[in-house]
């Protein structure tokens, strides 16, 4: 690339710096207007120097003369000043922060602003604006029927694993019982009982011991559309 000296040895004019810095503020701001993405240049007041259309979309704004001049604190007036001086006063090349916009008609919207700093001497941001309102609420739905989910394999898992020995104790407990009622229980017969229902308790804690200490959940068809924790016995 020909330095200023060989570009004027060359007979060709010369690109001064104030000059390659109209030229890149020119394309950031071209480069602005035609993005589909909500954006604002913002000087170093923490006023809007420039907005795309998809700005003023988002704000339901027709007019681009009641944004420019302003701040974003008067564009979302219902979120805290002081998020927008955390923004002002970030450091690093790009950011990502979240508020909750409470609108006129009592509804609220996600928003998240991407901070993208210039760097070197400049003091301007370019503000990147996306509501992920719906987007949260798929994810937070998302989250719930996984939760779900999981709770029905695990209480399936239980239910499979626990009934039958649960039953079995509660039959033995119950004969035993009914023999020791009308006097046909032997010692040998209630020991054997006894054995019994501690051996079938220490397979039930066992069986809870490693679904609590699982680091690996995998899953197992039990019935038709039910898929339930497996759990090795």
């Known amino acids: 690339m020909p330095t200023s000296e060989q570009s004027r040895s060359s007979g060709a004019p010369a690109v001064t710096i104030d000059e390659r810095i109209l030229k890149a ?3 950031l701001e071209q480069m602005i207007d035609m993005n589909p993405e909500s954006m604002v240049l913002i ?12 700005f003023l979309q988002l704000l339901v704004i027709e007019n681009y003369g009641d944004v420019l001049g302003k701040t974003l604190n008067d564009m979302f007036p219902s979120i805290d000043s002081t998020f ?8 690093g090349g790009y950011e990502r922060r979240d508020a909750v916009e409470r609108r006129k008609s009592g509804d609220e919207r996600q928003l998240q602003f991407g901070v993208v700093r210039p760097g070197g001497n400049s003091e301007s941001l370019i503000i990147i604006v996306h509501d992920v309102t719906e987007e949260r609420k798929e994810a937070a739905l ?14 399936g898992a239980l239910m499979h694993h626990l009934n039958q020995p649960l039953t079995v104790l509660m039959v033995r407990a119950k004969m035993m019982s009914v023999a020791l009622e009308d006097g046909t229980a032997s010692t040998d ?30 899953t197992q068809e039990y019935l038709a559309g039910l898929d339930i924790l497996k759990i090795d016995d």
């Open 142 to 155: 998302l989250e719930k029927s996984y939760k779900v989910e999981a709770v029905q394999a695990l209480m």
């Open 189 to 218: 017969d209630l020991k054997s009982t006894l054995a019994d229902i501690q051996d079938l308790s220490m397979k039930m804690a066992n069986m809870l011991r490693k679904v609590e200490e699982s680091d690996d959940f995998q």
């Open 25 to 27: 503020k020119d394309q």
């Open 43 to 54: 000087d170093s007041d923490g006023r809007i120097v420039r907005a795309n259309r998809a």
């Open 84 to 91: 927008f001086k955390k923004i002002y006063q970030g450091e």
